[in-house]
């Protein structure tokens, strides 16, 4: 059974008095082991979250505990943490090897100790025939995993990374994300990863905190914020959605894991079949994922798909985006580009989908994570 790593309690960051709180009354338990994505848009909060952790910047009101022990005010050298950084923040007077060993020498292990620690630590990043090489003179990706491996070589107590892939370009950032994951399994280092890109979160991590407005509006696994979002950021800021308006009609059944089967009232639509939390009732919001939504340009057999007019097609590679306007709405979906005859600007077509692919959103407008 995993036990708590890292425990935040009512966290909060107030710059001045009077402005709104960077970070406001956030709660947070990470599990040894796992690596947990703070998730959100420039200015959510969440690298004043990172930095309260590190202990670089002290928090207004709250608490953060590391294996039981409250490390709120305490200095960030007596905090064990690795971190790295954007920058990744190599020292260029120093090789490959002496960077790595810095964190060491700063807490006086032996030199014998230091030795096997650093080449144990540029093995596992797969440097280890670069040791003595000058920082400037590697390539963006191999600096990313020196200031990896100089954070691992301490055994922290959590590993922090603070967007340390956005300087790479985009196939390497795909690659280094493999990496730093499978690195960070085989150590089982606690680790909180700041990031806007939702790509990386949802590969990466094991829980994700979607932070907007300093508040974290969801905490879950990568399925859980994706195909079960609580709120409208939730879903938008994670992959494309279409929503829609509805009104709860009745309460059919349980769907399983705490969720009922709903008829809904989608505006200017009809009746539909829905899922969502069960005890729902009132007006809220439906989300469905673009690729939940089937598409036909031939007469459909659901004789609950609903007739529009496809507007814009759009090729992305191995699928399609195809926007269909049904009335005044403009329903998102996407294709494979292997599905049978591609539909064309001004057709007609046909769309339907599964009552479970309609999630109501339990939450209508902001809201902290419960």
């Known amino acids: 059974m995993s036990q708590t790593k890292l425990s935040i309690v009512d966290l909060t960051k107030r710059y001045a008095a009077g402005l709104e709180p960077a970070v406001d009354r956030l709660n947070m338990q990470v599990e ?4 947990v994505a703070l998730l959100g848009p420039s200015g959510c909060g969440k690298t004043t979250t990172l930095r309260m952790v590190a202990g670089l910047m002290d928090p207004t009101a ?18 064990g ?32 100790e230091q ?15 670069l040791g003595k090489r000058q920082t400037r003179e590697l390539s963006g990706g191999q600096q990313q995993r020196i200031a990896l491996a100089r954070a691992l070589v301490v ?41 806007h890109d939702q790509d990386e ?26 195909e079960r979002p609580r709120t409208h950021f939730v879903a938008n800021f994670i992959g494309q959605a279409n929503f829609l308006q509805a009104t709860v009609v009745s309460e059919v059944g349980p769907a399983g894991a705490g969720e009922s089967h709903y008829k809904v009232d989608i505006e200017g639509l009809g009746g539909f079949g ?23 340009v031939a007469n459909a057999a659901d004789r609950d798909a609903i007739k529009g007019t496809i507007e814009r097609v759009s090729y992305t590679g ?28 001004g057709d007609t077509a046909y769309l339907s989908w599964s009552p479970e692919d309609a999630y109501i959103l339990p939450v209508n407008g902001k809201g902290p994570a419960s």
């Open 62 to 79: 709250g608490s953060i505990t590391v294996d039981g022990k409250e490390i709120t005010h305490t200095p960030v050298n007596k905090r």
């Open 318 to 345: 191995d699928a399609l985006s195809v926007a269909v306007k049904v009335g005044g709405k403009t329903f998102n979906t996407q294709l494979l580009t292997s599905s049978g005859d591609l539909p064309r600007p």
């Open 155 to 195: 055994e922290p107590t959590l590993l922090l990374l603070d967007e340390p892939l956005s300087n790479l370009d985009a196939k390497l950032r795909e690659t280094m994300r493999t990496e730093i994951r499978s690195i960070q399994q085989r150590t089982r280092a606690t680790t909180l990863f700041v990031t």
């Open 274 to 296: 829905a899922v969502g939390s069960a005890g729902l009732s009132g007006s809220h919001e439906l989300v469905i994922r673009p690729h939940r939504l089937k598409v036909t």
């Open 32 to 35: 040894e082991g796992h690596l």
């Open 201 to 226: 979160a949802l590969d990466m991590a094991d829980r994700i905190a979607v932070m907007n407005g300093g508040l974290i509006e969801q905490f879950g696994s990568p399925t859980e914020v994706y």
């Open 115 to 129: 030795k096997k620690r650093v080449a144990a630590a540029l093995d596992m990043v797969q440097l280890g025939h």
């Open 81 to 112: 943490m690795g971190m790295v950084f954007q920058s990744y923040a190599l020292f260029p007077h120093m090789n490959v090897e002496q960077n790595v060993a810095f964190g060491l020498q700063m807490r006086q292990t032996p030199k014998a």
